[in-house]
Each structure stands twice: as structure tokens, then as C-alpha cells.
């Protein structure tokens, strides 16, 4: 998808650099950040979580620090961005879907992990992802700007990511698992496919809402089951579909959303 639809208003970030360059999508952490945080935090209270208290368990002043920014160019830790105040709501409420919310955040955040996803959902589960095929995903993306040892370490912090989400299992060679979608998980990655602009049926067959391992059918049921939770607003009639998010996004984030289609 053209870097154009990722919005920057709502959090999005694209471009050729990524945190994958020298980090996973840091799944521990972050659920160590939000322990340590009000729900209705604010961006300083992240920082005085991270930095004052030691919330992330760091030895020294500049290790905190490193790990406070790394952590914000993932999930930018800002409740004035859509993706990370939807985030911050559902982590609270959907405990199960919560490795899924975090990699689907990063997927907006980061390039190189979203590079990732081609060949981590081209291989079925079961199968073992082709380390090469990794390779050459995260080439493309940066247009041959990694080499050697770095290129090696993006493959490896990206295949780590999705270990941590559960796509994946096994440390050296990775074999595809099947994920089980939730309610919130659902709702996050319509949401993102919503604040690019699409729109009824287009939903639910995102590049976001690929990563729940879910079919057409399901990703319905999960739809009315997150309707049920308050999470959003859907219509249906015969095959027309209308997904709303009134409960989670902002009058000025919807207006924002482009409609592409």
C-alpha cells in the first residue's frame, strides 16, 4: 500500500527507517509501561514511568531512556494519536488480544516490521518461513540501504516480533502458527484500515485485518461480538456492511479519514 494512506495525523509513520533496526516490537515492555501508567495517562506520565520509577527494570539513566524512545517510535505513547489512545482503551479490556494489538500498532509504526508481513502471512501454518524470502521483503523495502550485519539483524528482530504476537514459533528455524483473533483485535485493525479511508465490506479484508488468521466469516462474528462489547458501531443488510467508530475515535479523526474508494 502507497505510504501516502498511512495517515501521520493519527499516528501512522512510514518512510525507509524502522525501530526493527535494533529492537523487536518489545511486547514486555510495553506491557510493563502500561502496568506502570494510568489509563488516562499522559505523555509525561509515560516518560516519568519510564525514566523516574524505572518501570522497564534498566540499569542506567541512558539505557532509560533508549528504551523510552524506542518504545515511543513503536507505539508513540501520546493519547492526543488515535493509535495509541485506541490502543491504551482496548489493552485494558481485551487481556487475550493484547500481543496482536501491539503488533498491529507497530505495523502502522514501523516500516521494516510491515515490510515483514508479506512473507510471514504468505506461509501457511505449519510451514517454515523461508528466512530468504524474509530477506529479500525487508531489501525491497529499504532499497538495498541495509547491508551485512544489519540487514541480518532487521530479519532477525522482525522474525522475533512475530514470535512474540504468536505468528510464529521456534528460535532458529520459524515455523508459521495460526493466530487466534479477538474481539479488540478486531476492532484495532478496522479501525486502522478506517483511518486510512476504507469503508463498509473493504474492512474486513485490510492488509490489517489479514494478520488475525481469520476468515470472512469469523471476522463477522467478531465484528458483532466487539459491536456487543461498545467497541464500535456496524450495520449490516444482506451483503452492505457499515462499521462506525463513534465510541473510540474522535468527530475531527473520522472527518480526517480519507474515503478512497
Not at 35 to 53: I, R, V, W, Y
Not at 89 to 94: A, C, E, F, K, M
Request: glycine share 8%; with cysteine.
Amino acid at each position: 500500500m502507497p505510504a501516502s494512506t498511512y495517515p501521520r495525523l493519527a499516528g501512522f509513520r512510514s518512510g525507509e527507517k524502522g525501530t526493527h533496526t535494533s529492537r523487536t516490537m518489545m511486547l514486555a515492555e510495553l506491557e510493563a509501561i502500561l502496568a506502570a501508567t494510568p489509563e488516562n495517562g499522559k505523555k509525561e506520565d509515560f516518560a516519568s514511568a519510564a525514566l523516574e520509577q524505572n518501570a522497564l527494570g534498566k540499569q542506567t539513566a541512558a539505557t532509560r531512556k533508549l528504551s523510552l524512545q524506542r518504545l515511543t517510535e513503536l507505539y508513540a505513547l501520546d493519547p492526543e494519536l488515535a493509535l495509541f489512545r485506541v490502543l491504551r482503551r482496548l489493552w485494558g479490556q481485551d487481556v487475550t488480544g493484547r500481543p496482536l494489538l501491539a503488533l498491529l500498532c507497530s505495523l502502522a509504526r514501523d516500516p521494516l516490521l510491515r515490510a515483514s508481513a508479506v512473507p510471514v502471512l504468505a506461509t501457511r501454518p505449519g510451514e517454515e518461513l523461508s528466512r530468504q524470502a524474509m530477506t529479500d521483503a525487508i531489501r525491497t523495502e529499504t532499497k538495498d540501504r541495509l547491508k551485512g550485519s544489519t540487514l541480518d539483524k532487521v530479519v532477525r528482530n522482525v522474525s522475533a516480533s512475530w514470535n512474540q504476537s504468536g505468528h510464529l514459533e521456534g528460535r532458529v528455524r520459524k515455523f508459521r502458527r495460526q493466530v487466534r483473533a479477538t474481539p479488540g483485535a478486531l476492532t484495532y485493525a478496522l479501525m486502522l484500515g478506517f483511518l486510512q479511508g476504507l469503508r463498509g465490506a473493504s474492512l474486513l479484508e485490510s492488509e490489517w485485518t489479514r494478520v488475525l488468521d481469520a476468515g470472512p466469516a469469523e471476522l463477522r462474528e467478531l465484528a458483532l461480538t466487539a459491536k456487543r462489547l461498545g467497541f464500535l458501531d456496524i450495520k449490516s443488510a444482506g451483503e452492505i456492511i457499515e462499521i462506525g467508530f463513534s465510541s473510540l475515535l474522535t468527530t475531527t479523526e473520522i472527518k480526517n479519514s480519507r474515503v478512497t474508494h
